[in-house]
Nanobody, 128 residues
Framework: QSQLVESGGGSVQPGGSLKLSCAASGFTLEWNRVAWFRQAPGEAREGVSCISRTGSSTKYGDSVKGRFTIARDNDKNTVYLQMNSLKPEDTAIYYC?????????????????????WGPGTQVTVSS
């Protein structure tokens, strides 16, 4: 069965760090762009970061620039999101998603409707 599965979420104090992983099984992830999104209760799903097929190009949402870093290891079929200097407003369910129709992170990277394959999400809670 082809699926994406996120892991690495949890509870952390403000200023702390977490590293999320998005592992693909049943298919190869290396051909397409992959993005991380997040959704807080009562809020719309928000684009966090995008990485191109080869990893040579990345994009970040304004709220996470300078704090989060996206990376991928195509040999391991996995995309990562390193989150540093976490804030309470980073609390959300984090999802990874694959766009089956694009390899680069262009200006449309944060449009959720472009991503066909989604993981179930992992909860991140930042609280003191």
């Amino acid at each position: 069965q082809s699926q994406l599965v996120e892991s690495g979420g949890g509870s952390v104090q403000p200023g702390g760090s977490l590293k999320l992983s998005c592992a693909a099984s049943g298919f190869t992830l290396e051909w397409n762009r992959v993005a991380w999104f997040r959704q807080a209760p009562g809020e719309a799903r928000e684009g966090v970061s995008c990485i191109s097929r080869t990893g040579s190009s990345t994009k970040y949402g304004d709220s996470v620039k300078g704090r989060f870093t996206i990376a991928r290891d195509n040999d391991k079929n996995t995309v990562y999101l390193q989150m540093n200097s976490l804030k309470p407003e980073d609390t959300a369910i984090y999802y990874c998603a694959e766009d089956l129709g694009a390899s680069l992170c262009g200006g449309d990277w944060a449009q959720t409707n472009l991503y066909a394959r989604w993981g179930p999400g992992t909860q991140v809670t930042v609280s003191s």
